[in-house]
């Protein structure tokens, strides 16, 4: 049986209408609300982030539709109480689509790149106008992971001329907030240590900006390196038939150092040309 996009996405929709049934769907999934499957939502779309990371085009094709189920979800949700249906969310995001690319759609003149994402953004300024919202920071959402509406915030401050000049008076700015921290430890004020490190963090999150990072990436990078590592000094002591609990500090950090030069050597030998064998 031949199966079409069509076809596939109607049964996606009859099987989340009979999960959510409430006389013969399941019990589990009839409870649910937006509130409770918001935090699911986010989940998945991580884990299509880390399918995309891991190059693994069948993960990456199961989480897509993990992902497209939730949308489903609440789409389902929404139908129930009467706001809207799925057609309207998928209608939506084609009329944004379109609205957005004149360009490919209209008859506006072909643009770069660059060009379309400064017509990308005044596009957006107009549809936050419209909906009343008003200000240089409307729009930036709440739910965002922190770090990346740290550099959101700053993204839309700065292009009204509210920034750092530059990345080393950002790093400048974040010796300021370390003293500041320093300042606290004596005092250990659970409050103002808060405030001091998410200060610290929202200057790292500008830092990325100001270098043309995502601060999410980089730091989801750093977990990936300190849990590869960490497992490389776990085996070692396993070799002995050891285990953490059982070494030092210094014996850990020695391990820990191993395995950063042998990562470190393995990197270079990859980046060298290859040579060859006579």
Not at 183 to 207: I, S, T
Request: aromatic share 6%; proline share 4%.
């Amino acid at each position: 049986m031949t199966r079409t996009a069509e076809a596939e996405l109607r049964r996606l929709l009859e099987i989340m209408a009979a999960l959510r049934d409430p006389v013969a769907g399941c019990p589990w999934d009839r409870e649910q609300s937006f509130a409770t499957i918001a935090p699911y939502t986010i989940e998945e779309a991580y884990e299509v982030a880390d399918a995309i990371a891991r190059d693994d085009r069948t993960a990456l094709r199961d989480e897509l539709g993990d992902l497209l189920f939730q949308v489903v979800y609440h789409a389902r949700m929404a139908e129930e109480a009467g706001d809207f249906v799925f057609a309207d969310v998928a209608c939506g995001i084609a009329d944004k689509m379109i609205r957005r690319h004149p360009h490919v759609f209209g008859d506006a003149a072909a643009r770069d790149a660059a060009e379309q994402t400064a017509a990308w953004e005044a596009q957006k300024r107009a549809e936050r106008l419209a909906r009343a919202e008003h200000g240089t920071l409307a729009g930036v959402a709440a739910g965002l992971p922190a770090l990346t509406r740290a550099a959101k915030l700053t993204s839309r401050a700065a292009r009204v001329g509210f920034d750092w000049p530059d990345a080393a008076a950002v790093l400048d700015k974040l010796d300021e907030e370390t003293a500041e921290l320093r300042a606290e430890l004596d005092g250990a004020d659970p409050e103002r240590l808060a405030d001091e490190v998410g200060d610290m963090l929202f200057v790292l999150a500008n830092l990325a900006r100001k270098l043309d990072l995502d601060p999410e990436t980089c730091l989801r990078r750093a977990n990936d390196k300190f849990a590869r590592r960490f497992g490389a000094v776990e085996g070692a002591l396993s070799a002995e038939g050891r285990a953490p609990a059982d070494a030092t500090l210094g014996e850990m950090e020695a391990l820990w150092q191993a395995a950063k030069r042998a990562e470190r050597q393995a990197a270079s030998i990859e980046r060298s040309p290859s040579r060859s064998t006579t």
